[in-house]
């Protein structure tokens, strides 16, 4: 199947006073119908930076310096700011972490959404309030036909975050860009937003893109997951192995350091140093500092994605060349 | 054994806020007062060198509770015994004061950022007067930056130059700087990326290891609770309903609130389990449910739990456990008790 979402080699850049900051290099990767692309990685990794570009919301001086974002085969990266205003919302969900940024606090939620569904689909009044009775019901607010006269600060946390799947999903979009979308919940409606969300993409065939940075959402959700480091992709494929049998050092060290709730242990594994930041990005592989599989040319060039068995790894130890090759227990798992 | 004196004791501590709209308004509207009960009768006591940690989700007391035992907030109701004195006495005393420490969940909001972090760090050195003198000062910030695994270099640097992490680093070396014996951390990695978390959780337990420290620990992540506790608490609109020995919490969770907690985190090893989602949310503390302030979204409930307030009380079957539940007292929480073991085969959860 053809997929959805395709982005191509994308470079973000910030120019500054002291010379213009790499955010994002050469991205890549694609998603299907109904497939759900967990990102993870650390803060400043890129990961949110990825769906702003995506979604044409990159705060300036953001731009996209090279590279191609596709929407169903077409081009979007390059459309103007009213033609993307017409994408987002009809062909592209967007979700974000907080749902009070998202919503306007001086509407009730069923005027959000009838407005939503107007703009989109060019419904009359009667049947764009039956849709947005429908979607609140779809998203599991209860006594919906009451509720949708309510406004956002009537509702909790996660109702509110309820509301505003329901939005970026009542113009029945191709995409979902969701960013951190439980992250401001408690455990406990966590779980509920998750099976949610997971549910109505599998069952409208809709693309999802999923940011966050905690593994038990994406090991749940994610068809497959990109891990980000320093603005590029270290490593990308299906979510099973990517979590449990990671290739890239950098994903090796961050499922280690995730601490298990079943047992306890003296020693968590843990990567030492810090993510460089933008400015100070290290020549070679950018994990070259902290990898503990370090030779000779990581320090010198940076690697592309290779074929490192089930994912891809953007890792030396993975090319035929190298002098070096991944431990047997790296490369099995 | 003889019992030593707790490191820290609180016995039924309560806070209350008054929430009321202003006097005009609410006389117009024709309504009362109205109180938010954030922590309703809370006690638990700290053996020195052990950690309790409380955990719970949002808006149930537990920071309310961090802010209470370090004097930050005055107790509505209850008594708080600090190494065997009295709270507010021991608060007057500068040498008990330096005893007790804070260490925040933000390490770009708790630290100045005018200031170098020699000076962050020597803050307190300075403000109890512990040691005299320039040079002895900065030997001493020297050294403290050496134990949290910063250079003593870095201490001519200002916050902003730092990660987070090592933010965190500096906060722990301020802290530790009027040699505490009891650190009160408040999610203190929770602003942190996972592969960080875990250098500061190592940091923690060395440093308590080596120096004999007592802490409290607030959080809201069950893994890494397991990873540093002693004495696990478990908090729901206020109040504690149940509190354990760690690994006991995690083999044989008694509170159906707690078994919940558990079922919800997401699966790392996606055994195939399926989650099972709390139904309903966390009510308001402004007017909590009648009875057990869990009964509307609990599996266990009946009539009993709508009208009376359960007691915490030595669990049935793991008396080392105290719970607050008339389920788990009259015996009608069983099977589900059993199956929770064998349905915990999971490795969890935030990066």
Redesign the interface.
């Known amino acids: 199947m053809a997929p959805i979402l395709e982005v191509r080699n994308l470079r973000v850049e910030f120019p500054t006073r002291r010379g213009t900051l790499v955010a994002l290099d050469d991205v890549s990767f694609d998603i299907a119908p109904g497939e759900v692309l967990g990102v993870?990685g650390?803060?400043g990794a890129g990961k949110s930076m990825t769906g702003a570009a995506i979604i044409g919301l990159l705060e300036p001086p953001g731009r996209i310096a090279s590279g191609q974002v596709l929407l169903a085969g077409k081009r979007i990266d390059n459309l103007g700011y009213e033609q993307m205003r017409r994408i987002r919302g009809r062909e592209i969900g967007a979700i974000f972490q907080d749902p009070l940024t998202t919503l306007n606090p001086l509407y009730t939620v069923g005027r959000q959404l009838v407005e939503t569904i107007q703009t989109h689909l060019g419904l009359n009044d009667a049947e764009a309030r039956r849709r947005a009775i429908g979607w609140l019901e779809m998203v599991g607010i209860p006594a919906a036909s009451q509720r949708v006269d309510s406004y956002p600060h009537e509702f909790?946390g996660?109702?509110r975050q309820r509301v505003v799947i329901a939005l970026a999903l009542c113009a029945e979009p191709k995409l979902i860009v969701a960013d951190e979308p439980t992250t401001a919940l408690?455990?406990?409606?966590?779980?509920?937003v998750?099976?949610l969300l997971k549910g109505l993409a599998r069952d409208k065939g809709t693309a999802m893109m999923l940011v966050?940075?905690?593994?038990?959402?994406i090991?749940?959700t994610a068809d497959r997951v990109a891990v980000m480091y320093a603005g590029r992709i270290a490593e990308i494929g299906p979510?099973?192995e990517v979590?449990?049998h990671p290739k890239h050092p950098y994903s090796v060290?961050?499922m280690a350091?995730?601490?298990?709730?079943?047992?306890?242990?003296?020693?968590?594994?843990?990567?030492?140093g810090?993510?460089p930041r933008l400015s100070a990005i290290p020549p070679g592989c950018a994990f070259n500092p902290r990898c503990p599989e370090v030779f000779g040319r990581c320090r010198v060039e940076r690697p592309d994605l290779l074929d490192a068995g089930a994912t891809r790894a953007a890792c030396w130890l993975y090319d035929p060349a190298s002098e070096k090759r991944a431990p047997e227990a790296m490369r099995h798992g | 054994m003889v019992e030593t004196t707790p490191m820290f004791e609180a016995d039924d501590l309560a806070r209350y806020f008054d929430v009321s709209r202003p006097w005009l308004q609410r006389v117009l509207a024709g309504e009362g007062r109205r109180t938010l009960k954030a922590v309703d009768g809370v006690s638990f006591r700290i053996p020195k060198g052990t950690t309790l940690s409380l955990v719970g989700e949002s808006g149930c007391g537990k920071s309310t509770v961090a802010r209470l035992v370090v004097g930050l907030y005055r107790p509505t109701r209850g008594r708080v015994l600090f190494d065997g004195i009295d709270l507010e006495q021991a608060r007057a005393m500068a040498d008990q004061r330096r005893r007790m420490q804070m260490i925040f969940q933000d390490p770009y909001a708790s630290l100045n950022p005018r200031w170098r972090v020699r000076d962050i760090i020597a803050e307190p050195i300075r403000a109890f007067g512990l040691i005299e003198g320039g040079a002895a000062q900065q030997r001493r910030v020297g050294e403290l930056l050496s134990q949290v695994g910063l250079s003593p270099l870095d201490g001519e640097k200002f916050p902003h130059e730092f990660s987070g992490g090592q933010r965190q680093r500096i906060s722990i070396a301020r802290a530790l700087s009027s040699n505490p014996e009891f650190l009160v951390c408040d999610e203190p990695t929770s602003a942190l990326d996972v592969s960080v978390q875990a250098q500061i959780l190592n940091l923690m337990k060395d440093l308590q290891r080596r120096l004999g420290l007592t802490y409290l620990f607030i959080s809201h992540n069950l893994a890494v609770v397991r990873q540093i506790s002693d004495r696990i608490g478990v908090m729901y609109l206020g109040r504690l309903v149940e509190l354990a020995p760690a690994e006991t919490l995690f083999e044989a969770p008694r509170h159906p609130y707690t078994r919940a907690l558990m079922e919800a985190i997401p699966d790392l090893d996606m055994t195939g389990r399926q989650r099972i989602p709390v139904g309903g949310e966390v009510p308001s503390p402004i007017s909590p449910p009648s009875g057990c302030p869990f009964h509307p979204r609990c599996p266990l409930a009946n009539d009993r739990c709508k009208a009376e307030r359960p007691a915490l009380i030595p669990a049935r079957g793991t008396p080392e456990t105290v719970v607050a539940c008339h389920a788990v007292e009259e015996g009608r929480d069983g099977a589900a008790f059993v199956t929770m073991n064998q349905r915990m085969g999971t490795t969890a959860t935030a990066l």
């Open positions: 993870v650390e803060s909790s996660g109702m408690d455990v406990s409606i966590q779980a509920q998750i099976a966050t940075h905690d593994m038990g959402v090991a749940e979510v099973r979590v449990k060290g961050l350091s995730i601490p298990p709730l079943d047992r306890r242990v003296e020693h968590l594994a843990q990567i030492d810090a993510m």
